[in-house]
């Protein structure tokens, strides 16, 4: 089983500022890497699939780079509507598994 | 419009069964992976089971021969039939869609395993 590794646990950052998170995969995931969004009392959001691609209705400040073990979900500036749970996910191999999640918090 | 509807969740007692449904709209379940993920009270996420749009099925070592999930393409909807439930099974389940990414989730029905 792959074993993904989000940093940080928590990132305290205030509206405007960017938001660098990452994934770290125990073996290589390939491009089948995906990342989600949760709010609390939500079901998680597909915000980025296949490393890179924005998923329907994502806006533009959101953006996915890596591939093989090293992976970033980046928010160019933040909204207040973004801080949330973030987990990356992966299905390069079975089964699918998710890696803890970052708490994106306002400082 | 695509929509998952859960339903099902409740307390139940350990060693009892539990059938959770989820009613899909605006897409046809059976052209599509289905999944379902489950959320343990304030941890992360774990899959538990896929059926394919061919029918195999796969589940999660955790749940191996306890769960069982089915579709009915009549109704468009996927089960997930629990039997032999442990206090670790309490989670909120949710049903996706997908395997590889999901894209579409449904809002979760907490099951809750309890004596």
């Known amino acids: 089983e792959i074993v993904l590794t989000q940093s940080p646990a928590t990132l305290s950052l205030s509206p405007g500022e960017r938001a660098t998170l990452s994934c770290r995969a125990s073996q290589s995931v390939s491009s089948y890497l995906h990342w989600y969004q949760q709010k609390p009392g939500q079901a998680p959001r597909l915000l980025i699939y296949d490393a890179s691609d924005r998923a329907t209705g994502i806006p533009a400040r959101f953006s996915g780079s890596g591939s093989g073990t090293d992976f970033t979900l980046t928010i160019s500036s933040l909204e207040p509507e973004d801080f949330a749970i973030y987990y990356c996910q992966q299905r390069s191999n079975w089964p699918a598994t998710f890696g803890q999640g970052t708490r994106l918090e306002i400082k | 419009e695509v929509q998952l509807v859960e339903s099902g969740g409740g307390l139940i007692q350990p060693g009892g069964s539990l059938r959770l449904s989820c009613a899909a709209s605006?897409?046809?379940?059976?052209?599509?992976?289905m999944s379902w993920v489950r959320q343990a009270p304030g941890k992360g996420l774990e899959w538990v089971s896929v059926i394919y749009s061919g029918g195999t099925t796969y589940y999660a070592d955790s749940v191996k021969g306890r769960f069982t999930i089915s579709r009915d393409n009549s109704k468009n909807t996927v089960s997930l039939q629990m039997n032999s439930l442990r206090a670790e099974d309490t989670a909120v389940y949710y049903c996706?869609?997908?395997?590889?990414?999901?894209?579409?989730w449904g809002q979760g029905t907490l099951v809750t395993v309890s004596s």
């Open positions: 996706a869609r997908g395997y590889s990414d999901f894209d579409f």
């Open positions: 605006g897409f046809t379940v059976s052209n599509n992976y």
